[in-house]
């Protein structure tokens, strides 16, 4: 069974606790639990550093043997004094007797590191440690500063064992079999451990008799409860025949020994057998990462406090790193604002920087330190692009070295590492010390590297940072990447990229890029400025003139043209782009880039909607739906739906209007566009079908979120369909006046510079029901007759006018030229269908008047229209009145059509007086009362409670002289309140 995958470094949303497996296996914890501070090791050598003038260079053979205060990093002294021997007088360890080398014996080696005060428990993995016991081996492996060595001090001695611990600390010089095993014998005698006079110790450094050996496994064997070896820093152990020998007594112990090893490195021992057998527990750097949680009782234990954005900041910068968690908030304890200062803190010049310097870099080889520092300007490494960046043949070995050492190399899959990000930012800071004006050379090679290997989004940052705009340019736009500054992912990253390209920079491609980021965000000049520079040139070129450029400079026309109106350049520009249909190269590279058709139907299909060649339009948005539904064309999918449904609304059907509108919102939540990349059409529909409903809170509500995605927008349809659905609402909801100035507004502004019919047409209708909603019904004649629609809407709406008006004759006349409603939608037909009801009622035929209605109802009870009832007119209450139709009037319209909308006859007596005046409040509320909203829908819209709401209607109707709703709004009509 092979070595299991190294796992990243942990992110906040890792779970909280882990529990090993119950049967024996291969286990790797990823639990949150390590030490919070620094290892044991770490605070050796930082107190090394301080009595040696700060050096970071010295060798691992000259480190002192005992543990020295580290207070910089651990907070606290460790105690080096050895433990009282409960073994044997005779055991020569134990009675201070020399090694095989005649050296004395180091009893601080046998001492089980102090925990510090600041020192944070984890159970979760102490538990861990603790049920890991059911194997013989358990490896603890890490990076420097891990807090490997405290996190098994603390599970020593404070979790209940199931035997005898004792405790050993390798150097380097035991490498010499018998010295490391006269040491090991020493560890275990020293902790209270008995062994027997006829094991013997090694009489010889460099050899152990091996039937010691033997003796030691058998003796070991017969206990009656496991002995718990640690051997802490055991990388230094480099000798395969002590691997060999250790792995040897732990065989034959059985289950008198359990192995706990503490390291940098993978150890020597046989690990794939234990793994295959199930009999290792594994816990990695990745597992002693710190969570946001135990990052927040680091900070609280050294008496600072950091919101919750701050300590998941502090764990995302350092990765969980327990060191560098460490020096960071004890930097931070000496700052008037900690807060400010972890996120302004400099890591090249502090206590993090020297750590790793002296820790890991410098404990390198030279090879390995250059490419450490040439490739740490890269976020990820590949031992090719090492190679390149070091101008050796020799990465490949050197990163497996590094990833198996813990420095801080990460191997992340399929040949790629990434350095711990702590580490890089240091290393970089290093290499310009080393080596000034290095950094600008190796982007370079990076940059092309990366390019010539098919990775453009990550070559471009290089490109940028090696000052190559030229390159960076040329490469972008020859790939026909141009289409990714429109699709929202990652449009951003590459906008604020190319905004830094010098202004010195030009030619083809620069210009072009230029023109796709201003037109990006609606700059119409300066996109169409750039784009005429880039066109000169590929026209200057001739046949020569690269492909890509040529589909670009398509692209950035039919987008310009959509933001001008012009249905005209962009059918140009799409033919011209089918020219190029077949050219060498292009084909592939379209497959890759699938978006580039994409935007360019989603565009084409604008404009024509914009024209008002709707099937046109409906025709290219289709294919433009259909693009590959990878990320890339998620933008021109969701914009098209949004768009087919605009044209479907616009052609009655409401329905199918709001079925589009909802995939298209799905679109973009499945894709997860940004806010800024989704367009708000798709809710402006649903927003104009719950006003066609009556349902004014969910309007408001779709209004609100549009106009929010809309802003800073100026796409000519976005812009001009929020306000006239602004202006719908508004007049639905009883604000004829507000609802005007909306529409004057888009009249003195215009969006585009071509006019759209379609807009025109709804400007005019919603213009002719705002004079209707007045009393004005010349006025809305006057508006209408401007139009030079030939559909049935403005002619429905005229006819309406001019009944409205008295002019019954040339109402019957229009209506007698009225258009053809065939493919149009209910919500078309209904209007065009109340409007000859209303005409047949003026002439007394209440039969047919009556048929037509019943046409009306039909046709509008599926989509629950009703707007069109309620703007209809009193004629259709007193009609209703007269003959009324059982079963015609649905839930969806009732309660109260025929009282709601009735009127007084001549003949009727006068209405009785209103009986005291309303208040401002009571009219507002009463208002509502004749949309027909429920007291819930008014008291949400008025942001009242629902018992003042009840209190206004208990005022209205004492003062109306009345007790229910639809007489209300009657006797409100009728006393000219409404």
């Known amino acids: 069974m092979g070595r299991p995958p190294p796992r990243p470094w942990p992110t906040p949303s890792w779970p909280t606790s882990f529990r090993p497996p119950a049967t024996p296996t291969t286990r790797r914890w990823s639990s949150s639990a390590c030490d919070l501070s620094e290892s044991a090791r770490g605070e050796e050598r930082a107190g090394d550093r301080r009595q040696h003038g700060g050096s970071a260079s010295r060798a691992r053979g000259d480190r002192h043997h005992g543990r020295f205060d580290s207070s910089d990093i651990s907070g606290s002294v460790v105690n080096v004094m050895p433990h009282t021997s409960r073994g044997s007088s005779r055991d020569g360890a134990a009675a201070g007797a020399p090694t095989p080398n005649g050296d004395p014996v180091l009893f601080a080696r046998f001492t089980v590191p102090l925990v510090p005060k600041t020192f944070v428990r984890r159970p979760r993995v102490t538990e861990c440690l603790?049920?890991?016991?059911?194997?013989?081996?358990?490896?603890?492996?890490?990076?420097?500063?891990?807090?490997?060595?405290?996190?098994v001090a603390d599970w020593a001695a404070a979790s209940p064992l199931p035997g005898r611990t004792a405790w050993l600390t390798v150097e380097a010089g035991d490498n010499a079999p018998g010295i490391f095993w006269a040491y090991l014998l020493g560890a275990l005698r020293h902790h209270g451990l008995t062994v027997p006079d006829d094991v013997g110790t090694p009489a010889r450094p460099d050899e152990v008799d091996p039937s010691l050996l033997s003796r030691l496994a058998a003796h070991l064997s017969r206990q009656p409860e496991p002995v718990i070896l640690v051997l802490d820093e055991f990388e230094r152990v480099s000798s395969p025949e002590i691997a060999n020998e250790l792995q040897f007594v732990l065989h034959h112990s059985g289950t008198g020994l359990r192995l706990v090893l503490i390291s940098r490195t993978e150890p020597l021992l046989p690990l794939h057998r234990y793994r295959a057998a199930g009999e290792v527990t594994e816990i990695r750097g990745a597992d002693l990462a710190f969570l946001p949680e135990e990052t927040a009782e680091l900070v609280v234990r050294h008496g600072l406090s950091l919101p919750d954005d701050g300590n998941r900041a502090l764990t995302e910068r350092t990765r969980g790193w327990a060191a560098g968690l460490r020096l960071f908030v004890l930097s931070a304890q000496q700052a008037e604002d900690p807060e400010t200062f972890l996120k302004e803190f400099e890591t090249v010049q502090s206590t993090v920087a020297d750590f790793l310097l002296a820790e890991v870099l410098d404990a390198q080889p030279g090879a390995s330190q250059d490419l450490l520092l040439r490739s740490s300007i890269c976020e990820r490494i590949h031992?090719?692009?090492?190679?390149?960046?070091?101008?050796?043949?020799?990465?490949?070995?050197?990163?497996?070295?590094?990833?198996?050492?813990?420095?801080?190399?990460?191997?992340?899959?399929?040949?790629?590492?990434?350095?711990?990000?702590?580490?890089?930012?240091?290393?970089?800071?290093?290499?310009?010390?080393?080596?000034?004006?290095?950094?600008?050379?190796?982007?370079g090679t990076a940059a092309r590297w990366l390019c010539d290997a098919g990775r453009l989004s990550e070559a471009l940052p290089h490109a940028a940072d090696a000052g190559d705009w030229e390159f960076a340019a040329d490469r972008f736009v020859d790939d026909l990447a141009i289409g990714q500054l429109f699709t929202g992912l990652g449009a951003d990253r590459l906008g604020a990229l190319f905004a830094r390209m010098a202004p010195e920079t030009s030619c083809p491609a620069s210009d072009l890029i230029r023109s796709a980021c201003a037109l990006a965000r609606y700059d119409i000049d300066r996109g169409l400025e750039d784009l005429e520079r880039?066109?000169?040139?590929?026209?200057?070129?001739?046949?020569?003139?690269?492909?890509a450029g040529q589909l670009s400079c398509a692209l950035l026309r039919i987008r310009a043209a959509c933001l001008l109106g012009s249905a005209e350049m962009a059918e140009t520009a799409a033919r011209r782009a089918g020219r190029l249909d077949g050219r060498e190269g292009l084909t592939e590279r379209l497959e890759a880039h699938p978006e580039i058709p994409a935007l360019m139907l989603a565009g084409l299909g604008s404009a024509r909607l914009w024209a008002g060649r709707f099937e046109a339009a409906r025709s290219a948005l289709s294919e433009a739906t259909k693009a590959s539904g990878g990320p890339s064309t998620a933008v021109p999918r969701h914009e098209s739906l949004g768009r087919l449904a605009l044209i479907d609304f616009l052609r009655g059907w409401p329905g199918r209007a709001e079925a589009l509108s909802r995939e298209a919102i799905s679109e973009a939540e499945r894709s997860g566009l940004p806010a800024t990349a989704r367009a708000s059409v798709g809710q402006l529909v649903l927003a104009a079908v719950a006003i066609d409903r009556s349902d004014f809170i969910a309007a408001r509500t779709q209004l609100h979120q549009a106009a929010v995605s809309a802003a800073g927008s100026r796409d000519p349809i976005v812009t001009s369909w929020l306000a006239i659905v602004r202006s719908r609402l508004l007049l639905a909801r009883g604000e004829p006046e507000q609802a005007l100035r909306v529409l004057d507004g888009m009249k003195e502004a215009p969006f585009a510079g071509t006019p759209s019919p379609w807009v025109d047409t709804q400007v005019a209708l919603a213009s002719a029901a705002v004079h209707m909603a007045q009393g004005r019904p010349q006025a809305a004649v006057a508006a209408l007759a401007e139009q030079r629609d030939d559909g049935p809407e403005c002619a429905t709406a005229s006819a309406r006018a001019l009944l409205a008006a008295g002019d019954t004759e040339a109402a019957l006349a229009l209506l007698g030229t009225l258009p053809s409603v065939n493919g149009r939608g209910p919500a078309v037909r209904v209007p065009a269908l109340l409007v000859r009801a209303q005409a047949a009622d003026a002439l007394g035929d209440d039969a047919s008047a009556r048929r037509l209605v019943a046409r009306a109802l039909t046709a509008a009870g599926p989509e629950r229209l009703r707007r069109p009832f309620l703007e209809a007119g009193p004629w259709l209450g007193k009609l209703l009145d007269r003959s009324p139709a059982p079963g015609q009037v649905g839930d969806w319209l009732s309660p109260g059509l025929p009282t709601a909308v009735r009127t007084a006859d001549a003949d009727e007596p006068a209405p009785a007086p209103v009986l005291e005046p309303l208040s401002e409040r009571e009219r507002e509320v009463l208002g509502r009362l004749a949309q027909m909203m429920s007291t819930e829908e008014i008291a949400a819209d008025l942001f009242l409670s629902v018992n003042t709401i009840k209190t206004h209607l208990r005022n209205i109707y004492r003062k109306l002289a009345v007790t229910r709703r639809g007489e209300a709004v009657r006797r409100a009509r009728e006393a000219g309140l409404l």
Do not use: C, M
């Open 534 to 547: 880039a066109e000169a040139f590929l026209t200057a070129a001739g046949a020569s003139s690269s492909s």
């Open 130 to 151: 603790t049920e890991a016991l059911a194997g013989p081996l358990v490896l603890v492996s890490g990076p420097a500063g891990a807090g490997k060595t405290l996190l």
């Open 383 to 443: 031992p090719d692009l090492a190679n390149a960046l070091t101008r050796r043949d020799d990465a490949a070995p050197i990163l497996t070295e590094l990833q198996g050492a813990n420095a801080f190399v990460e191997h992340i899959g399929h040949s790629w590492y990434r350095l711990h990000p702590l580490f890089a930012e240091i290393l970089r800071a290093h290499l310009n010390t080393r080596h000034p004006g290095l950094e600008r050379q190796l982007h």
